[in-house]
């Protein structure tokens, strides 16, 4: 009796030893996951910021965006890991928002290729600066998201600059040779 219950005792702490240790991996990852995208939005906010808002190095930052959240969409199922209902859910609205305000700032500028009517021109220019506001207000979201997640993993992230990890906004466009004012 004494060794089944020793037994039991046993496999139960195993059990929860082995589930908080998930727990906590699933959110250290989570943590630095949100946090580069963090990152990452902030220089294509910075990018969107300097010459043409949708030129191409803002379009660029914006695919690199996508490749982030398709980073989390490859880790989405290790979410489960982490007990807290409420912090999935929160975790994952917020990645839906991005996503359908990403992709729909990628897909418009797309659309706006070619010849089109200077009406339907205004109409795709207004949705996407909508589109790309949406993003930013969601991307604001991201930092204590990434901090809940780093309290959980009891883990601590590094604030940076994301110029001191290679991430940095575009330079100012040099004026061509002989365009100087004097």
């Known amino acids: 009796m004494v060794a089944t219950l020793g037994s039991f005792a046993a496999s139960l702490y195993e059990h929860r030893h082995f589930r908080r240790e998930r727990e906590a991996d699933a959110a250290l990852v989570f943590g630095e ?20 808002p949708f030129g191409p190095i803002t379009i660029r930052m914006a695919r690199a965006v996508r490749r982030e959240i398709e980073i989390y969409e490859r880790n989405r199922e290790r979410l489960f890991g982490v007990r807290d209902a409420a912090l999935r859910l929160h975790t994952h609205a917020l990645m839906v928002r991005l996503t359908f305000a990403l992709e729909r700032v990628l897909d418009t500028t797309e659309a706006m290729v070619g010849g089109l009517p200077e009406a339907e021109r205004a109409e ?4 996407r600066e909508q589109s790309f506001e949406f993003l930013m207000e969601g991307a604001d979201e991201l930092p204590g998201l990434a901090r809940r997640f780093a309290d959980l993993a009891k883990a601590r992230l590094v604030d940076l600059d994301p110029a001191s990890v290679g991430l940095t906004a575009p330079a100012s466009p040099r004026q061509p040779r002989g365009s100087e004012e004097a």
Do not use: C
């Open 33 to 52: 996951l949100l946090h580069a995208l963090s990152l990452h939005i902030q220089v294509l906010r910075e990018a969107h910021g300097h010459g043409d």
């Open 124 to 127: 795709l220019a207004l949705g």
